[in-house]
């Protein structure tokens, strides 16, 4: 069985950080892209930033300056570090596991940055 599962998400103040987690199991991590998407109710599904295994990160041209996108092939896992967050950065986040013939997602994490 598929699972992805995220954690780290907050509340916290504006100019904080934080990192969020994203541990993958039930599939060939290396086979596959893992994403970060974050999702405000009023607003589509953003895509933040990508992870390959294969050691390619990109990250969304809105928050490049300050979110990194990292992951450990061994464990299995995808980090979103964040940094300098802002009140619009509130947000559920999510990640997701794709390749050419399948797509799975995990069920978010909440961060909330406000003063």
């Known amino acids: 069985q598929v699972r992805l599962v995220e954690s780290g998400g907050d509340s916290v103040q504006p100019g904080g950080s934080l990192r969020l987690s994203c541990a993958v199991s039930?599939?060939?991590?290396?086979?596959?892209?893992i994403d970060w998407y974050r999702q405000v109710p009023t607003k589509e599904r953003e895509w933040v930033a990508t992870?390959?295994?294969?050691?390619?990160?990109k990250v969304g041209e809105s928050v490049k300056d300050r979110f990194t996108i990292s992951g450990d092939n061994a464990k299995a896992m995808v980090y979103l570090q964040m940094n300098s967050l802002k009140t619009d950065d509130t947000a559920v986040y999510y990640c997701?596991?794709?390749?050419?013939?399948?797509?799975?997602w995990g069920q978010g994490t909440q961060v909330t940055v406000s003063a």
């Open positions: 039930g599939l060939t991590f290396i086979s596959y892209a």
């Open positions: 997701s596991a794709r390749n050419s013939l399948s797509k799975y």
């Open positions: 992870y390959v295994p294969a050691g390619i990160t």
